[in-house]
């Protein structure tokens, strides 16, 4: 059996949204305990609601497609549903990840959430 589902191999090879966001609203830096990893997640705030995430990772291939994908959960989402959008929801969107990868896909909401709290911190909430 494949340790991967085809859509987490295809967010791998083709992950959306890389790279960083033009004068962000909120930035958000995560680090996975547990390997070393790290994630920088930027995002553009309009009308309360995410309309532009981007990601870096240096990171592994559960890690890279996690992002990607979360950035596609949370595109267009309103702070509230971003910030209620969980590890279990992104994995599952994947077609499910092995358990000795699920931490790696903490960073993705972990660095959306942090990125939300950057930008609600500046606006002094
Ligand atoms: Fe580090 Fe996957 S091994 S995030």
């Keep these: 059996m494949d340790l991967y589902s085809d859509i987490v191999m295809d967010h791998f090879k083709n992950p959306r949204n890389v790279g960083a966001v033009e004068k962000p609203d909120g930035v958000g830096e995560v680090g996975n305990p547990t390997c070393g990893d790290m994630m920088t997640i930027t995002i553009k705030v309009k009308d309360e609601h995410l309309s532009e995430i981007k990601f870096k990772t240096l990171g592994c291939g559960a890690a890279i497609a996690t992002s990607s994908m979360m950035t596609e959960l949370a595109q267009g989402k309103s702070i509230e549903e971003g910030m209620s959008l969980t590890r279990d929801m992104v994995a599952e969107a994947l077609g499910g990840l092995p ?27």
């Design 99 to 125: 358990p000795e990868k699920m931490h790696c896909s903490n960073l993705a909401a972990d660095g959306l959430h942090a990125a939300i709290k950057d930008y609600q911190e500046k606006l002094g909430k």
